[in-house]
């Protein structure tokens, strides 16, 4: 029997790899439900997940017994969804009658599962920062910054642009936005750039949708359509790693009233809606740019890697992150924050080294 177009998929789906269902709200937990259910059609994490015998998070093992009976579908497991839902609330000590940022819990799951789970979207940057002085010559200041997201300003209708305006240079100068340069014993004009150090399995990326106008004293959301290429290019430094478009996550409404539901593609190629408890299917083209004004999180998984290998070589590391090494010496002024995964945001300062490792402060 042939299915009709945006029919409802209750457990017999398109494809058995895996069941696709939905999630019950609980109030106002939509934001929840796209998060996990964008988790759950990431195939490395949710096999992860699967394999996952660790006892020190309970998150970990609460989204581990979601996984597992979201594969199932009878009465008993639709009453267990609703267990294991509950089990992952509690847990995030969320209030289901409050709407919240979709961006934000994406990031407080990640923080939270255990390392083995996470680390297939952590990657690192490193930020360096050097002073303008053209009569001194200093060692720049270079700090490693893990993330989970790439946070980016919509300064462009195409999401390949805004992605690649993140890694603009900055400069820092005029009155107010100098900073003190300890070699110089001044306040500086400088320069900070920032590139990736390692890219992760799967990259998030979100669209700053929302901005505080300090005339007004209120957050605006920007609603342009933006047009989302179905593959990233990420530039390094030995060359472009390619990333395959599979999830977004939408926001439709404001910030004080709004919805958000999911558009995943699954391990064969079809597209489909998660709409809390709806699950229907979508059409679109996976070649082609997706325009959307409510796209707002965007997943891609690494597909395909370009290097040149006469300076740098790639090695997959244990968590699913391609890092770059090289022949150089290493460089003085490191600073790697280890314990800071940040939503980087290229619309202001995201600085947080101990003031002692800095030699470039604010004043």
């Not at 009658?97 to 961006?103: G, N, S, T, V």
């Not at 990259?203 to 933006?226: A, G, P, Q, T």
């Not at 999911?262 to 083209?285: L, M, P, R, T």
């Not at 790697?336 to 202001?348: A, K, M, W």
């Amino acid at each position: 029997m042939k299915r009709k177009k945006g029919q409802k998929i209750d457990g017999d789906t398109y494809t058995k790899k895996p069941k696709l269902r939905g999630l019950p709200n609980r109030g106002a937990t939509c934001y929840l439900n796209t998060v996990l259910q964008m988790l759950f059609m990431t195939e490395r994490f949710r096999e992860a997940v699967e394999r996952f015998n660790g006892c020190d998070s309970p998150l970990s093992k609460a989204i581990q017994v979601l996984f597992e009976t979201l594969k199932v579908e009878n009465e008993t497991s639709t009453n267990k969804i609703t267990d294991a839902l509950q089990d992952i609330i509690d847990e995030l000590k969320i209030n289901v009658c409050k709407q919240a940022d979709a961006a934000k819990y994406l990031q407080n799951i990640l923080r939270k599962l255990d390392k083995d789970l996470s680390g297939i979207f952590q990657g690192e940057m490193i930020q360096t920062t050097s002073c303008l002085d053209p009569e001194k010559t200093h060692d720049p200041l270079k700090q490693v910054k893990p993330f989970f997201m790439i946070s980016v300003s919509l300064n462009s209708d195409l999401v390949q642009e805004c992605f690649d305006s993140y890694f603009d240079p900055i400069i820092m100068s005029g009155e107010g936005r100098q900073l003190s340069c300890r070699g110089c014993g001044k306040m500086m004009d400088t320069k900070m750039t920032t590139c990736l150090l390692k890219v992760p399995s799967v990259l998030v990326l979100h669209l700053e949708r929302f901005e505080f106008d300090y005339e007004y004293m209120r957050c605006n959301k920007d609603m342009r359509e933006v047009l989302v290429p179905p593959q990233l290019s990420v530039k390094m430094e030995d060359g472009n790693v390619l990333f395959e478009l599979y999830a977004i996550a939408n926001h439709n409404g404001s910030l004080e009233w709004g919805h958000y539901y999911a558009h995943i593609k699954n391990a064969d190629g079809h597209w489909f809606e998660f709409n809390d408890s709806k699950v229907v299917k979508v059409d679109y083209v996976s070649e082609k740019n997706i325009k959307s004004a409510e796209a707002y999180l965007l997943l891609y998984k690494i597909c395909r890697e370009e290097p040149s290998a006469e300076k740098h070589t790639q090695a997959e590391t244990l968590d699913g992150q391609t890092s770059i090494s090289g022949s150089e010496e290493p460089q003085k002024n490191i600073v790697r924050n280890v314990d800071d995964e940040v939503i980087t945001s290229n619309s202001g300062s995201t600085t947080e080294a101990s003031p002692e490792a800095m030699e470039f402060q604010p004043s």
